[in-house]
């Protein structure tokens, strides 16, 4: 770890010690070091040769439409089941448990933060690990869609089952935007990471942050980082994983 970086994280450090309602804002890139790709980084899916574009196959028009080709790319790429919490998803556990971090708000859909220990998370773009029938309702979880062997369908009325994850032109849920939101103007520091912040809704909520602690962690440059009062450049699980609570 080179010097500068040494030094940001003991500034990381001073503000995470003053703080007590800290919430965490991020985005794929807090699982890439578990090995999950992300859409943006130059090894993520965008970056990956496909008949269609990842934005066009995860859209709803093109679930309705395409499902088989959906799933070859979703059960494939998306559904990561044996992937485990690396040291950022772990660290915001901890921080939580002590009492330090109200929420985790994220735009991922992979539940790793859960299996970290996080109770509290926001999951502003669903989850895998939800899947329901759209015929009858009934729940599935993710191994039943990931060894379906093509589309999966429900067992009971042969319905086609959809991931409970927000696909392109979709909207996201009322209840957990509003709770997000709240979360975020309440605290007193607010540490982004892991996230190109160029998917909307979602990342305008950081605008609802009325404190003067605004960390943001990100190995490429964000729309956002002029407005961090402390920027790091750096990977979050090596950041967040060197914080003591
Ligand atoms: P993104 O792919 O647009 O951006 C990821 C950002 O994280 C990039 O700026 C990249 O430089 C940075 N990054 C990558 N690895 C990092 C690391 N180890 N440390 C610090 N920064 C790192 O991701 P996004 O902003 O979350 O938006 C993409 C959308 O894709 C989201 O809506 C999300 O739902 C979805 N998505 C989710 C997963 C997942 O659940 N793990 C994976 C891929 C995409």
Partial sequence: MDNELREKIEQLQEMTDK???????????????????????????????????PETILSHSFFMKHPDEFYRFYQDKMLCLDAEPNAAHRKLAEMEEKGKLTAVVTQNIDGLHQKAGSKKVLELHGSVLRNYCMKCGKFFDAEYVKNAGGTPHCDACGGLIKPDVVLYEEGLDDQIMHEALTNIYQADMLIIGGTSLAVYPAAGLIDYFRGDRLVLINKSPTPRDEFASLLIPGKIGEVLGAIRV
């Fill in 19 to 53: 703080s007590s309602r800290i919430v965490f804002f991020g985005g794929a890139g807090v699982s890439t070091e578990s090995g999950i790709p992300d859409f943006r980084s130059v090894d993520g899916l965008y970056h990956m040769k496909y008949e269609y574009r």
